[in-house]
């Protein structure tokens, strides 16, 4: 929260003379002139595009017959909207610290992002309306991407929420109280660890570039991390219907078996590794 690419920089460059050498790999979100990745500024956003494009999928609608309201609209939340714009989703909603607006015959993210560098933000669009917070929450689109703070779904306004699909693009913006609530309501919610993960995906990236010293094309960039969050969708998806669990507890059923499975081929003694029992109730 509150860094950028400079920022980065910075931090990168006093660990390379604590170190007495040039350490790229050391941080990541760098400029790109400094070791940076291709497709990291937008990776995040990407990453709930794709999650967000796969429960439509999964839900057999079509990304034209979409709607979407986005919370937030910093880097998270801006690139969330103009790429899930791009997949023909109907943009209805955005928001910012200072307010939120809506229409119902759609926003384009790229002129409001265009108001927001003249504006400093998203209130007064041309063509829009003003709405709270608690209104944006509660519209009935069939994409809700919270992309702004943690614990922005709760118990007192879970009820209210009427999205087909939440895409966690926040970390922490649900929770638990009013998971069970939105479980209860039949809603799809695709968790943070999940959603947002394309942003770690892509520090990733950027961590194996910079200690191979070899770089890839934005396309690579943007194919690889596509193909991996694709990969991850399904895998929890298909772990939710197996066990007829949500998508948060099917994504902790994923790590936990990984982490199991990779413990038992190096041979940890029993004595030694934690023992548990994967119970579903």
Known sequence: ???????????????????????????????????????????????????????????????????????????????????IHDLGVKIVALSDVYGAIMNEDGLDPYEVEKHVQATGSVVNFPGSKAISNADLLAMEVTVLA?????????????????????????????????????????????????????????SYFEWVQCLYRYFWTEEEVIDKQTQLMIGAFKQVYDTAKKYEVNMRTAAYIVALNRLDEAMKFRGAYSEARIDYKLTVK
Do not use: H
Not at 16 to 43: D, H, M, N, V
Not at 168 to 196: C, F, R
């Open 1 to 83: 929260m509150n860094t950028n690419a400079q920022i980065m920089g910075w931090m990168m460059d006093e660990y390379s003379k604590l170190k007495g050498q040039y350490e790229p790999g050391f941080i990541t979100g760098k400029p790109i002139c400094i070791g940076g990745s291709l497709g990291r500024t937008a990776a995040t956003g990407r990453g709930v595009m794709v999650a967000a494009g796969e429960a439509i999928k999964a839900m057999g609608i079509k990304p034209e017959e979409a709607t979407c309201a986005v919370q937030g609209f910093g880097n998270v939340g801006s690139w969330t909207a103009k790429l």
């Open 146 to 202: 919270p992309c702004a703070m943690e614990l922005q779904i709760t118990k007192d306004n879970a009820a209210d929420v009427k999205a087909k699909i939440i895409v966690e693009g926040a970390n922490g913006p649900t929770t638990p109280e009013a998971d069970e609530i939105l479980d209860k309501k039949g809603i799809l919610v695709v968790p943070d660890i999940l959603a947002n993960g394309g942003g770690v995906t892509v």
